[in-house]
């Protein structure tokens, strides 16, 4: 018996798709997510959606192997899909219902410009982030990623504690 996704085909175990083709038919889907994306800005726009849908396995298919990622809040930058994965597992487990809104994007060449706001539930209460986010797009995968909190945050210290730790 085999499961589709799309034009994908996989095989099933009874009922339940295996667990290695899970990952290989989430994997081609983010792969052909990806290539299908053809500008950088759907490039990104592609990852804030899979952000959205809390799809791990692809927004980190939608950086390339040896990414890299900085902060304004991180103490070094990051690189790779291991750290690119560990940043977003400590983003959801620290809002597990972030979303991202899109505010704009500001496109020039390879490179794209997006004012967001992450929303979510942080102890409690309720959180609203703008964030500057600039990226670099090559072969239709994300290379370097920068991004700059807006918010005041020592103003908002029910969030500092995350910040300090890396989290957000």
Known sequence: MLARMGNLRFPLTGSRLRLPALFVALAAAA????????????????????????????????????????????????????????????????????????????????????RIVVRGQFKGRTVSIPIMNFFTVSNGLIVRTGCSTMADVPARPEMAASVRLGVL
């Open 31 to 114: 792969a052909a997510a990806a290539s299908a994306a053809s500008s950088p800005r759907e490039v990104v726009a592609a990852k804030f959606a899979a952000v959205n849908r809390h799809a791990l396995p692809e927004i980190i298919l939608h950086y390339a192997p040896d990414a890299i990622v900085t902060a304004s809040d991180f103490c070094a930058p990051r690189k790779g899909h291991a750290d690119i994965e560990r940043t977003y597992r400590g983003i959801f487990a620290a809002l597990p219902d972030a979303a991202v809104d899109v505010q704009e994007y500001v496109v020039e060449g390879d490179n794209v410009a997006a």
